[in-house]
């Protein structure tokens, strides 16, 4: 007899306090495995109405845990405080009463409880320092979602402190020091192996790190083994579909304002609609933005798939029939690599979201060219380059750009040579930075414009510029702004300084959209010649260094030569006007020329 047919006997039982603790654990849990969770809530709330014991707090426990789970919110919420007015010291239900409030926003309160367990618990207990840990860590990841970088640093170092080996703890902590400029990067930790640490960083991470391809596909394959659920089944029809027009899908949860969106919006747009039929599939915040209202209008077929699993997803992929799928996402956050596993359509290609292999066994093809990566760089790539003729990166001739401020609105001095540099911080290395520090030491007035990324990293690099004997106020940060705003104050600079190993991607696209002239240091790998691809389509080689020292002495030699300055300007003109770097609508004709014979 299953437990769903006694139920009526259980319930009795449990009213005249006649049903032992262990069987009405047992039968909970036999409930919960046929399906019939509700009955088990049930279950357990007639038992603690009716009985008294020295359990009572563990069986609020479970019900809060099987409310949960039936997103009964407020009913989860009741029973774990329950549990813990009735057993002050149970942990569980402080760790799981967190993620509760967290979920309701109540970030605040959420963090409380973690750090109660943090604050009143002992690690050393071997039952409880896994609670410990894991109440530690979500801290870590709560704060820094919510900014709040250096307390996420100080409870992800304290976690590793008590469990050295957590290979997603180490990869935040590291992604923590590069944004705040925490340099090195890599620091002792005690028990951490520092082999160790270099195999915990996600390939992300690794892009402001190391130049070598090699490396990055080593990261990224470390990630495919420890993440990837390559063990199920292929969805797509590999033979294709034989549809008039080719069904192209695009897969993102950056279809919003964000830097993919802001440069392949016009691709999605000029799709030829005799040949291709444009599918959006999208697991993005709704920001309320024109960008991303534009992007839903470019498709003829716009799903939101964020509610759906991994194979719900792929699901309703392989009924649409893609021939194929665009994945913008690569390994970055919120990337539904899992998704991609089961194959949902026959062609499978990234492109832009990760500079760098996605070591992904289910992409097929990256979209490049021949600069971005050399024929002879491509067997350090999981994917087949799809070599586009002119440049990789498509641009939107459309971007709106807001009203030219003046040197005063944004914090310049009145006079003096403007280098600048928006890329994120976390690009930022010390190496680069001495460089750059040495070049406002050997162009006299200068200043060096970055962004405001957050009030650390300012802080650490003000620090750093001091250490190279550099006036910081020789340091202007400016804040994240408006996407035309953001534009327009390229036009107050007059060289955009780029980082290596990880170059410019869009903010490369927009300061060469701006006329403003960009020296980039190109490497080996993807992310280091991104850059140097732009500039390579602009017929702008001379831009390009491939050393430290050449970067240094032609960032100087330019700052020095006003009319060399005006000619370069002045091609740079001409390219926006006539050159291919921003020709859009031919972009889109070489792409799909490329594209029709993969969907036969």
């Not at 705040?180 to 890599?186: A, F, N, R, S």
């Not at 490396?215 to 033979?239: G, I």
């Not at 991994?310 to 992929?317: F, G, P, R, W, Y």
């Not at 990880?502 to 240091?521: K, Q, R, Y």
Request: with cysteine; charged share 25%; proline share 6%.
């Amino acid at each position: 007899m299953s437990p769903s047919d006694n139920f009526s006997t259980l319930i009795e039982q449990a009213w005249q306090g006649t049903l032992e603790f262990s069987a009405l654990i047992d039968s909970a849990s036999r409930l919960d495995a046929a399906g019939k969770r509700p009955l088990a809530a049930v279950l357990y709330r007639t038992w603690v109405s009716r009985n008294s014991s020295q359990f009572n707090h563990v069986i609020h426990f479970n019900l809060g845990a099987t409310l949960s789970l039936e997103k009964d919110i407020e009913g989860s919420e009741a029973a774990y405080r329950e549990a813990i007015r009735l057993a002050p010291g149970f942990v569980q239900p402080r760790v799981n009463l967190g993620t509760l409030l967290e979920g309701q926003g109540k970030i605040e309160e959420a963090l409380a409880e973690w750090r109660w367990v943090v604050d009143h618990v002992s690690p050393q207990d071997p039952n409880n320092k896994p609670l410990v840990v894991m109440a530690l860590n979500q801290m870590g990841r709560v704060l820094e979602i919510n900014k709040r970088l250096n307390e996420a640093s100080a409870v992800l170092t304290t976690s590793l402190s008590l469990e050295p080996e957590q290979v997603d703890v180490l990869h935040h902590w590291i992604s923590l020091r590069q944004k705040q400029c925490l340099w090195p990067i890599y620091i002792s930790l005690p028990k951490v192996d520092p082999k160790y640490m270099q195999d915990a960083t996600s390939a992300l991470s690794m892009l402001s790190i190391s130049d070598d391809p090699q490396e990055q596909l080593a990261a990224a394959r470390r990630y495919v083994k420890n993440k990837l659920n390559s063990d199920v089944p292929k969805l797509a029809n590999s033979s294709g579909y034989g549809h008039r027009k080719i069904r192209i899908g695009y897969a993102s949860g950056d279809f919003c304002l964000h830097p993919v969106s802001l440069l392949t919006v016009e691709l999605f747009e000029l799709h030829d609609r005799e040949k291709f039929e444009v599918y959006g599939y999208c697991w993005s915040p709704e920001d309320g933005s024109p960008m991303r209202q534009r992007v839903i209008s470019a498709m003829d077929h716009f799903t939101k798939i964020h509610t759906m699993s991994d194979v719900e997803a792929a699901q309703l992929i392989r009924r649409d029939e893609i021939d194929i799928l665009v994945d913008l996402q690569g390994q970055t956050a919120g990337a539904r690599a899992n998704m991609l596993a089961y194959r949902p359509a026959p062609v499978q290609i990234t492109y832009l979201g990760l500079p760098a292999t996605t070591g992904l066994p289910s992409i097929d093809y990256v979209i490049a060219d021949k600069f971005l990566i050399p024929e002879n760089e491509a067997l350090n790539y999981s994917e087949r380059p799809i070599y586009m003729p002119d440049v990789y990166q498509v641009s939107d001739r459309k971007r709106i750009v807001g009203a030219k401020p003046t040197r005063a609105d944004c914090n310049l001095p009145a006079e003096g040579f403007v280098f600048c540099t928006f890329n994120n911080n976390y690009k930022y290395t010390p190496e680069l930075f001495e460089v750059w520090m040495n070049i406002l030491r050997r162009v006299p007035g200068s200043v060096l414009l970055l962004l405001a990324d957050n009030q650390w990293s300012e802080a650490n690099l003000k620090k750093e510029a001091k250490a190279k004997v550099i006036d910081p106020q020789r340091l202007i940060f400016g804040p994240r702004l408006s996407p035309d705003n953001y534009l327009a104050r390229y036009q107050v600079a007059d060289l955009f300084l780029d980082s290596f190993p990880f170059n410019a991607g869009t903010t490369a696209n927009d300061a060469l959209w701006m006329g403003l002239l960009l020296l980039t240091l190109s490497g080996r790998s993807f992310a280091s010649r991104m850059a140097g691809a732009l500039l390579t389509a602009a017929k702008m080689e001379t831009l390009i260094t491939y050393n430290l020292a050449d970067y240094e002495e032609k960032a100087v030699a330019l700052a020095s030569d006003p009319k060399e300055m005006k000619r370069l300007r002045s091609h740079l003109d001409t390219v926006r006007s006539e050159g291919v770097l921003f020709d859009t609508s031919r972009f889109v004709r070489e792409l799909e020329a490329r594209l029709i014979p993969l969907a036969k």
